[in-house]
């Protein structure tokens, strides 16, 4: 993405974020002050009918129990009460009931209405239930009325409202409590039941108006209300409650009241004519109020999209005049950056790989620009300076650790070299002593691995292991020259199901590949495991495959591995890794003999190396001529050569379902026909140093027995660094060293050994 739209974007993106903000929040507010506007008309348009339908009911109420009490000129006025309560029913039910379903419960009981008055009329069916069913259709309306309330979407309104609805509540006991003192009539008496409904109401309208009204009543309203409670009326109310309450006397007939409730008319009429005012004006305020919310919250609206639009007008300037400025002076440091990296750069670092000097006057320079794009061309120059440099540096140091390496492999194979030959000797000298043999092979063994480490060294600084063989060699003759190579060969197995040959430019490469596969495989597995290598034909070329019973690894891990075995690393890699050099020397190898190596979970449980070698490195194997038996010298029998390990099921199973062809003498491979050894004049045996001999026919039975010796042909596969002529050895002058010196320089040598092998302990996984 060019950097154009980046910057575009980076205005763009604000800018629709901005819009998208401005436009949902003034949907939002529209939104709101639409309900609110639509809430406020429905409480305009219920709240008086549902008001004047509470008030009416009361009243009847009121007068239905006066009627059943037998106060005098109860009828006339209940009927004038009957008149008015029908005509606010019908009101109410010319409102539209909407979705809310406490307008249904409120003509629902008013369904009953006459059924009740016909029992009223009629003193049928008990006072309490007349007046209950009064009860409940006052408190639909109540409930009704807050239903309408608690729909708005502003706190504000709904808190506004509550009040109100706590003030209707709390009128609607003061209506009950006149409605109980007319039940007593004239003879001023109540059950039970009808007096403690008059302490629930007086201690109801209390608890509301000190808890739920008074707090919440604004400063206007508070002072009205004190202004009620302090007149005469209410202090009368409150007088009479308390005389009720607490003067009442016990009778037969139930509760009889004290002489005291005949002032109760007069004072409730007034006192509540005070409180319906109370009532109307506060519910008139929370309609206004939410009337001013609304038009707020348009003005709101208006100056959110007026100033948000100037606002995006200012951004699309300043991003357009920015923009235009900085890709102009960025085009420009593009122009020249483009020269510099796909011209000039390439050039020098050309010039520096082929070791010729770099003109300084090419490159870019440092002006010192104080501008932010002056400054980004100076870091340029820099950068470009300091790769430069790198590259200068890494140049020199190739060539020098080049030079550092070949220079101490070939002084360090020409010792191993002398190492060799001086075992040779040492063998062939003291080979009657079977115990010191054995040390010696031990050692031999060692040196051969010191020299495998000296090719390996060879490798990773970039050379190739020259191969000295004219002649194809047999695969089975690979693998048992690559177990020679390490230390632990007697728990090799090797096992060639197939007859091939390798070409002679590449039996070195793929033996020393080998050997390091099989030596990580002796390493890593149980000491008294074996390892399995076989080798076979398939349609790529020939796969070698080495199995151990290691200890499992992880996928990711096989992953890893896998991943320099595939590429050879560069060498930031093996300075990393310089405690696990074997994998990278046979990624190089396999890299050079175009080979894939893979490692993988074996099904014992360790690991399985597959190598496959391309088909152009392999021959047809010639058939040789019957081998006949080598001449022994008379003083030493030959020894008897080592049992082949038998192969266990599972290396066998591939094979198991093919019948295996039946072979001539010729083709048997070499795991089941001695191979020819050459002895020394000692009897010993001893390392080829030419092609193989005919085969040693096995010795007499009773002729003892000698320990297995690997077999090797030394310098075969040697560096050409390390095959130089030997330096003549000087002579060995007297050993003046005091026995006391030499265990100093034993201990100190097992010390050293000690710590290696500790050191190598530590990096197995």
Do not use: C
Not at 211 to 228: C, N
């Amino acid at each position: 993405m060019r950097l154009r739209t980046l910057l575009i974007w980076l205005a763009v993106l604000p800018t629709v974020a901005m819009g998208a903000q401005v436009a949902v929040t003034a949907d939002r507010l529209l939104t709101q002050s639409e309900h609110l506007r639509a809430d406020v008309a429905d409480a305009e348009r219920i709240g008086a009918p549902l008001y004047t339908l509470m008030v009416d009911m009361q009243a009847e109420r009121t007068k239905t129990a006066a009627l059943w009490a037998g106060t005098a000129g109860a009828e006339e006025e209940l009927r004038i009460r009957r008149e008015a309560t029908d005509a606010a029913a019908a009101e109410f039910r010319r409102v539209p009931a909407g979705t809310d379903g406490s307008f249904g419960e409120v003509n629902r009981r008013l369904d009953g209405l006459a059924a009740y008055r016909q029992r009223a009329d009629a003193r049928t069916g008990g006072a309490d239930g007349t007046l209950t069913y009064y009860n409940g259709v006052i408190g639909a309306v109540i409930q009704a009325y807050q239903t309408g309330f608690s729909h708005a979407d502003d706190a504000e309104i709904v808190q506004a409202s509550r009040p109100v609805v706590s003030m209707l509540t709390a009128t609607e006991m003061l209506a009950r409590e006149d409605t109980i003192l007319s039940l007593a009539g004239p003879s001023r008496q109540l059950n039970s039941a009808g007096f403690e409904q008059f302490t629930s109401a007086v201690g109801a309208h209390r608890h509301l108006y000190d808890t739920w009204v008074l707090p919440y009543l604004p400063g206007d309203d508070r002072r009205f209300y004190e202004r009620i409670v302090a007149s005469s009326d209410w202090q009368a109310k409150v007088r009479i409650e308390n005389a009720v309450i607490s003067q009442h006397t016990d009778v037969e007939s139930g509760i009889k009241l004290p002489a005291e409730i005949g002032g109760w008319r007069s004072a409730y009429e007034n006192f509540s004519v005070q409180m319906a005012t109370l009532n109307v004006d506060r519910a008139r305020q929370v309609l206004t109020r939410g009337e001013d919310k609304a038009a707020e919250l348009e003005t709101e609206v208006a100056w959110l999209i007026g100033g948000s639009g100037g606002g995006l007008l200012i951004v699309v300037f300043v991003v357009v005049f920015t923009t235009r400025s900085v890709l102009r002076r960025l085009h420009d440091l593009h122009e020249r950056t483009v020269t510099v990296a796909e011209e000039t750069l390439p050039d020098v670092v050309a010039r520096l790989q082929r070791g010729q000097s770099v003109d300084v006057e090419v490159l870019p320079t440092v002006r010192g620009d104080g501008d932010e794009v002056g400054r980004i061309s100076d870091a340029f120059a820099r950068a470009v300076a300091v790769s430069v440099d790198g590259h200068r540096q890494l140049a020199d140091e190739r060539h020098g650790f080049g030079l550092f390496a070949t220079g101490i492999a070939s002084r360090t194979g020409n010792l191993v070299s002398r190492q060799l030959s001086l075992t040779e000797e040492l063998q062939d000298t003291f080979g009657h002593d079977e115990a010191l043999l054995a040390q010696l092979m031990r050692a031999d063994q060692l040196t051969v691995g010191m020299r495998r480490q000296i090719e390996n060294l060879l490798i990773l600084a970039g050379g190739e292991v020259p191969d000295p063989h004219t002649e194809p060699m047999r695969i089975a003759d690979v693998l048992r020259e690559a177990a020679a190579e390490v230390e632990d060969f007697r728990r090799i197995e090797r096992q060639a199901l197939d007859e091939t040959s390798v070409e002679p430019r590449a039996i070195s490469q793929i033996s020393h590949l080998l050997a390091e596969l099989l030596d990580n495989a002796t390493r890593f597995s149980p000491p008294r495991s074996k390892v399995v290598i076989r080798a076979e034909l398939v349609a790529d070329g020939l796969s070698v495959e080495i199995e151990d019973r290691g200890p499992r690894v992880t996928p990711e891990r096989y992953e890893e591995m896998n991943g320099r075995l595939h590429q050879a690393p560069p060498y930031s890699v093996l300075a990393q890794n310089a405690h696990r050099l074997g994998l990278f020397v046979v990624g190089h190898l396999a890299d050079q003999l175009r080979a894939t190596v893979t490692l993988r979970r074996s099904v014992y449980g360790g690991t399985s190396a597959v190598v496959i070698l391309p088909g152009e490195l392999l021959v047809a194997t010639v058939a040789q001529a019957p081998r006949e038996a080598a001449s022994v010298p008379a003083a030493e029998p030959a020894p008897v050569p080592a049992p082949v390990p038998a192969a266990t099921p599972a290396a066998l199973e591939p094979s198991a379902a093919v019948p295996a062809p039946r072979l001539t003498e010729e083709q048997v491979p070499e795991e089941r026909v001695p191979e020819p050894v050459l002895h020394t004049a000692a009897g010993l045996p001893s390392r080829r140093t030419k092609a193989p001999v005919p085969e040693v026919r096995p010795a007499p039975a009773d002729a003892p027995a000698r320990p297995v010796l690997p077999e090797r042909v030394p310098q075969t596969h040697i560096a050409e660094q390390l095959r130089a002529p030997r330096a003549p050895e000087t002579a060995v002058r007297p050993d003046t060293a005091t026995p006391e010196e030499v265990a100093d320089a034993w201990a100190d040598y097992e010390h050293g050994t000690q710590t290696v092998e500790e050191e190598l302990r530590r990096d197995q996984p």
